[in-house]
T-cell receptor
Framework: GQQLNQSPQSMFIQEGEDVSMNCTSS?????WLWYKQDPGEGPVLLIA?????ELTSNGRLTAQFGITRKDSFLNISASIPSDVGIYFCAGRGNAGNMLTFGGGTRLMVKP | DAGITQSPRHKVTETGTPVTLRCHQT?????MYWYRQDPGHGLRLIHYSYGVKDTDKGEVSDGYSVSRSKTEDFLLTLESATSSQTSVYFC???????????FGSGTRLTVV
């Protein structure tokens, strides 16, 4: 089946630094989504991407839909302590509504 | 106000006992999903539903059953709980459109 490899698995950064994480797939996806999970809560949608090459921003977050349609990237600029959490990528292929999730990137920010 | 609630939020149960987790939505979405989240494994799909009384298995369905008798409720049952089912369980809903899933706040289940 489809698999998503998300990296890095964890990051420990200083407040103010920029963050980059990515997801790669062995299959083509038509939609890429990025979620954030705060401690003790469910994942919340941050950004959705629908076209190859698309670059979308949401405040300090910027995500890109890779040209090959097999990868996606999320950047966070000028990190702050509330950015702490687990970030998940998810992709939707041609098999209906089903999403495939990456394993998550745990982000820790040192004030 | 998110339109999806899970109950209970926390539960401790003994090995061998049956457990039912409930997911309730007020969005009238067609699709509902149950995931479990464990360290090092991300989110793994247990079962999903694509309509009332229409359900299918996910990648980790062994030991779990589901039921959906009405649009708003999706129940996950552990017939005989085992310690390996200690996990955080998330329900998610979707209308099948372009947007992704909306997740509940989760149920932390501990099997002792």
């Amino acid at each position: 089946g489809q698999q998503l490899n998300q990296s890095p698995q964890s990051m420990f950064i200083q407040e103010g630094e920029d963050v980059s994480m990515n997801c790669t797939s062995s299959s083509i996806f038509n939609t890429w989504l990025w979620y954030k999970q705060d401690p003790g809560e469910g994942p919340v949608l941050l950004i959705a991407l629908y076209k190859a090459g698309e670059l979308t921003s949401n405040g300090r977050l910027t995500a890109q839909f890779g040209i090959t349609r097999k990868d996606s990237f999320l950047n966070i600029s000028a990190s702050i302590p509330s950015d702490v959490g687990i970030y998940f990528c998810a992709g939707r292929g041609n098999a209906g509504n089903m999403l495939t999730f990456g394993g998550g990137t745990r982000l820790m920010v040192k004030p | 106000d998110a339109g999806i609630t899970q109950s209970p939020r926390h539960k401790v149960t003994e090995t061998g006992t049956p457990v039912t987790l409930r997911c309730h939505q007020t969005e009238n979405h067609r699709y509902m999903y149950w995931y479990r989240q464990d360290p090092g494994h991300g989110l793994r799909l247990i079962h999903y539903s694509y309509g009332v009384k229409d359900t299918d298995k996910g990648e980790v369905s062994d030991g779990y059953s589901v039921s959906r008798s009405k649009t708003e409720d999706f129940l996950l049952t552990l017939e005989s709980a085992t310690s390996s089912q200690t996990s955080v369980y998330f329900c998610a809903i979707s209308d099948g459109g372009y947007y992704g899933y909306t997740f509940g706040s989760g149920t932390r289940l501990t099997v002792v």
